[in-house]
Structure formats: structure tokens, C-alpha cells
């Protein structure tokens, strides 16, 4: 809360002196029709105002690159071989930073993409439940987003943007002020004659299309804000020791680093949405309400079409009682429960998470590293997948290079927008 009003006082103290110097120049004497349409049509250009003259030309010489790293534990940086990567955290900044909650995709990409939190932004959740109409939704329309998007503002600035995902989702979701937006998931014709056929979205295949949408990006258009946002399939599926994953982040860091041996003035920014945790134990909190006779509603926060990532099973939840007297009792059955870590009113949550009040449930509860609240036959399973949502994955990496910013800059993975000064 304090940080957003403190850059927005940054944001109107900058409008403030480029507008005074508008005016001041923006003084022609009595002048012809003709003169007038001249002078309105220098200022259109910018040539009258130093402040846009000055963002134009940063705009043009900047290359701005950040990296959506989906589901990058901190751990998979640690365990895997990574050079170039390694290289980069040496000669700029590397730091481990808070994601933020409830730590699943969309809320993360869209607080990056917003520079601000759900509070904000709107987007709380992969999925939706209006209490009102009772209606669900997958959070993917860029009608949930309150807030513009940093290529909406960079375009503004007269930087060219593109945003190229893997997830169709994101695409959906985030799109608002792209020059260029495909996701890997579902890329146009041109982009398969390009870049190669599309890939599944099953396989490490379909960031290393991603890479190349990206690298093909760099080299053949004007864009100089680009967002690359990766699928965490291969996260979901091995652990970082695991072959797989090494081969698959091996990679992706040689893409990265010739990205970078190319571009060497590039601005590259690189962190995750979100971390990732082996869960053993399932808990469906709906059967655990109708065996003490709650009206309540849990209603998953990871839920998404990538049912075979994550089966929908996450480490989070939002309650929606039907009885608000229950609250309490609610919240205190909840507490009691093994394999709860938290449980938190909509008020906390809303204060602590920095939530939208209206998008979340009376209670939002989260699990133990080792527990993932989903639908299932039983009230307790065991289970062996890998997933996020809760706090144990909302702690990620945050990689800057080729920027002057200080580690003391970053405390979240969303002050890479907030620090970007477009
Ligand atoms: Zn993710």
C-alpha cells in the first residue's frame, strides 16, 4: 500500500514537472490558423516537449527483456547447471524475493505485468466463484483486470511491446497494449512457419518454442519491451535434481545467454510467479465442512485448463460460507484441521495479502508444505504430485542485469514493473 502511493507520488511529481515545462513553452503570441496547426503538430511529434523527447529517445534506445520463469523454485536455479545464468546473477543482481499470494500464475503474472497487487489489479485467483450469481469462471479475460498493463503504458512511451507466452491464458488475460502477443500454446499460422510446428503443452519442447518465438523477437521486429512468460509443466512434473528438469533449465540458460551475447545492452530481468513443492497429502475441504455440517463452499484457487500439471489440486483456498453467522466456528474447525497452515478472514487476508476484498471468500486458508486442497473421493488422500499456491511457493528468484538497481529495490517479484521507469 505504502510503496504503490509512493511510486504513484513518483508518477505525479514527474507529470508535474513535464507539464509545468509544457506550459511554459506552450505560449505561442496571437499567431495564424496555419502557425497554430504547425505548433499543434510539432507537439504531437514531441518535438515541443523536452519530457517526451527525452522518454521517446530512452524508449527507442532501451531494450527491456523480463523473463516469466513459471513455477522457478529458487531450488531449481540451485541444483541445476546453469552458466550463463550464473554468470549474469555474478556481473548484475540476484536475490530471493516474496511472490505474490495466493501464489499461483495469473495473480503473479498479473501483478508483475500491473506493477501492483491484486488489491489493485483485481486478478486473485487462476478461478473465479461470484458468490452473488454463483456463477465460476477461469480467470483468463482481460475484462478482470482493473488495472492497465506496463505495455499499455510503454506504448504510451512510444516502446514497441510484445508479450509471448506459453500459456494461451496469459495471452487472454494480459494482452491490453501488445504490439505482439502469441502464446506458444496456440501461435498463429505465420508464427508455426517461423519459429517451427507447435508443441505440446506436456513437454520442455514448448519453452524451447517459446525461446526461439523470442529469439526470432529480438532479431526481426522493433520490440523493445518484451515479456516472455514460460509454462511450468516441467516443475510440475520433476524434481530439480531430476534429469529432465536439468536438461530442461540447461537449455533454457543457453538460449538466455545467447539472447544476451547478442543484445549486450539488454535490461534483463528474470524471476518466478511462483515456487513449487512436492505434496504428499490431499485434503477436500468440502467433505471435511459437510462432515461437521457447515454451509460453506471451498473453492480452489489453482484451478485451470492444465488439469494434468497440478489436477487441480492446490495449496490454497478460498471459503465461501452460506451462513455467515458460521464464520467463527468456520475459521476455528479450519485452524484446528492437520494440515492447515493458516487460515485468515477475509479482513486479514485482504490487509495482510494485499487481496481484492470483492474477489475473494470469507476465508482464505492455506496449506502445509506438504498438502494441496482439491476435489477427491475421500476426505484425506494420499497423493504424489507437485504443486503450489500456498506460502511455501511464494518465495522466488529475482535476477536484474544490465540495470542500475540495487538489491534493497526488490522486495517482490512485481517491483521488476514498479522499477522499470518507463
Ligand atoms: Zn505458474
Known amino acids: 500500500m505504502n510503496e504503490d502511493h509512493h511510486v504513484n507520488q513518483i508518477e505525479k511529481t514527474e507529470k508535474r514537472l513535464c507539464s ?87 495473480v503473479n503474472n498479473a501483478s508483475i505485468v500491473t ?8 486478478i486473485t485467483s487462476n478461478y473465479y466463484y461470484d458468490p452473488k450469481t454463483g456463477n465460476e469462471y477461469y480467470m483468463e479475460s482481460s475484462d478482470f483486470v482493473l488495472k492497465p498493463t506496463l505495455f499499455e503504458k510503454a506504448q504510451k512511451k512510444g516502446y514497441r511491446t510484445a508479450f509471448l507466452t506459453a500459456k494461451e491464458k496469459l495471452l487472454r488475460l494480459l494482452n491490453k497494449g501488445t504490439d505482439i502477443g502469441i502464446s506458444a500454446q496456440n501461435p498463429p499460422a505465420e508464427w508455426i512457419a517461423r519459429i517451427g510446428k507447435k508443441e505440446s503443452m ?5 519453452n524451447y518454442w517459446l525461446f526461439r518465438a523470442f529469439h526470432w ?87 485451470d485448463r492444465h488439469v494434468v500439471h497440478h489436477k487441480n489440486m492446490g495449496g490454497a483456498s478460498y471459503i465461501y460460507l452460506k451462513r ?35 474477489r475473494i471468500g470469507d476465508i482464505f486458508v492455506l496449506g502445509d508444505i506438504h498438502v494441496a486442497f482439491g476435489f477427491l473421493k475421500e476426505e484425506r488422500e494420499e497423493i504424489s504430485i507437485r504443486s503450489h499456491g500456498s506460502l511455501f511457493e511464494a518465495e522466488v528468484p529475482l535476477l536484474a542485469y544490465g540495470t542500475k538497481h540495487k538489491i534493497s529495490d526488490f522486495k517482490y517479484n512485481l517491483d521488476i514493473g514498479r522499477r522499470l521507469e518507463l
Open 202 to 206: 506436456y513437454s520442455a519442447e514448448v
Open 115 to 122: 506493477a501492483s497487487f491484486p488489491q489493485s489489479h483485481g
Open 217 to 303: 523477437t529480438l532479431r526481426n521486429s522493433d520490440s523493445n519491451l518484451i515479456y516472455v512468460a514460460t509454462t511450468d509443466y516441467m516443475m510440475h512434473t520433476y524434481a530439480p535434481e531430476d534429469e529432465p528438469s536439468q536438461i530442461h533449465l540447461h537449455t533454457l540458460d543457453e538460449m538466455i545467454g545467447r539472447a544476451v551475447n547478442e543484445y549486450p545492452h539488454m535490461e534483463l530481468y528474470m524471476t518466478a510467479d511462483h515456487g513449487m513443492n512436492a505434496k504428499t497429502e490431499a485434503i477436500d475441504l468440502n467433505k471435511v465442512f459437510k462432515t461437521a455440517n457447515m454451509d460453506a463452499l471451498a473453492v480452489p484457487i489453482i484451478k
Open 20 to 106: 509545468n515545462k509544457k506550459s511554459n513553452q506552450m505560449k505561442p503570441p496571437r499567431a495564424s490558423r496555419r502557425q497554430l496547426l504547425k505548433v499543434a503538430a510539432s507537439a504531437a511529434a514531441g518535438i515541443m516537449f523536452p519530457c517526451l523527447n527525452l522518454r521517446a529517445q530512452q524508449a527507442k534506445e532501451r531494450l527491456i527483456v523480463i523473463l516469466s520463469m513459471d513455477g522457478l523454485d529458487p531450488r531449481y536455479l540451485e541444483k541445476s547447471d546453469v552458466p550463463n545464468l550464473r554468470r549474469l546473477m555474478k556481473e548484475g543482481i540476484f536475490l530471493t524475493v516474496k511472490g505474490v499470494m495466493p501464489s499461483v500464475t495469473n
Open 324 to 358: 455467515k453467522e458460521q464464520l467463527d466456528e468456520t475459521l476455528s474447525l479450519l485452524k484446528a484441521l492437520k494440515g492447515v497452515d493458516k487460515a485468515y478472514t477475509k479482513e486479514e487476508a485482504v490487509k495482510q495479502f494485499h487481496l481484492h476484498q470483492e
